[in-house]
Each structure stands twice: as C-alpha cells, then as structure tokens.
C-alpha cells in the first residue's frame, strides 16, 4: 500500500487543499458588494476560501429599518457580532438589544430576525457556516437584476420563492407588530 501508481494521490489532494485556501487578508473597503434588497451587504470572505466553508459578511442596516424579516435555516448556522450601532436581535420569542460587542448564535433551525429601530446605522459581522447562503443571496441578485420587480410585494414574494429554495423559511407573520413599519417599502 502507498506505493502504486496511486500512491501520489493524497499528497497530491492535500496539497491542492492547501493551495485553495491560503490565508486571505480583506482591506477595509476591499470586499466584494452583494446587490441584494434587504440591507447594504458585502461578502467579506467567501465559503471556497474556507476549508470549514464559512462566509463572512459585513452588513450596514441602515436607520429605522428592518433588517432580515423573521425566518429559519435550515442549511446553515449564523452568527452576529456587531461592529456598531444597536440591532435588535429576535429569536424565537425573545428580543435583544445588541450594542457593540454582542455575539449572537442565530442556529439552524432557529426562528430568527433582526431590525434597526434606531437613529444611527448599525454595522455587524455576520459569519453563516456552510449550507450555500452564498448561493441564495447570489440568486436573489440574479432575479431581481433580470426581471426587476413591479414592487415591493413582487421582491418580497420572488425573495421568499428564493428563500425557500435554499432551505429557508422566511415568516413575515412574525414580524413585531411594534417594528412592522421599519420593513414597509421605503
């Protein structure tokens, strides 16, 4: 064993691992701009350059606005950290008020949102492990690039399709009555 014609084969498998995930540095203002309608989004570090497939974002949400509507993964964890601001974290059938520093583990299978109901943006690091959210924010652009939609029920409704392919179930129904405004159209 280990000396056939063969043999190279795990070398050279670990070798083109380590090749595709060479450390990465991303500059302030070096990251990749996701066009998506829900809140300014910009892809950090992607799932391929990770050899745990974890994807990086920044999101900046911005004043008085909502953020990701209650949903659940079912593919992938979440994680917040934020940068500044204050987000309200919603998970389940409790609310956080998250100023910088918090953490928060947003897992699969959890019913989860997030809004800000604040005067100033909120700046937050989102790390979501493996699932290919990176898929669903990358189709989401696609759809509504291609066929821009006819209002704010048209992108919400082609989100949710999107969403629930990927594995998620977005549930407006459970938005706060409190904060309902801060996802209306703008």
Same mark, same amino acid.
């Given at each position: ?28 203002? %070096? ?47 979440? +994680?917040?950290?934020?940068? %500044? ?5 919603? +998970? ?58 006819? %209002? ?35």
């Amino acid at each position: 064993m280990g000396r056939g014609r063969f043999a190279a084969i795990p070398m050279l498998l670990l070798a083109t691992a380590a090749v595709a995930h060479e450390p990465r540095v991303v500059a302030p203002g %070096d990251g990749q701009p996701v066009p998506v309608p829900f809140h300014e989004t910009t892809l950090l570090l992607s799932e391929s350059d990770s050899a745990a497939g974890v994807s990086v974002y920044e999101f900046v949400v911005a004043p008085m606005s909502g953020g990701a509507p209650p949903h659940q993964h079912s593919q992938e964890d979440e +994680f917040a950290y934020v940068l %500044d601001g204050t987000l309200t974290l919603m +998970f389940g059938d409790r609310t956080v008020e998250a100023g910088p520093g918090t953490l928060a583990a947003l897992n699969r299978g959890t019913v989860h949102a997030f809004w800000n109901a604040t005067d100033q943006p909120v700046r937050t690091l989102f790390f979501v492990s493996r699932g290919g959210f990176e898929r669903f924010f990358d189709a989401v652009a696609v759809s509504l690039r291609e066929e821009p939609p006819a %209002d704010a029920a048209d992108a919400n409704a082609r989100v949710a399709e999107i969403a629930a392919a990927h594995g998620i179930d977005i549930r407006p129904e459970l938005i706060p009555e409190s904060v309902l405004p801060l996802y209306a159209p703008k």
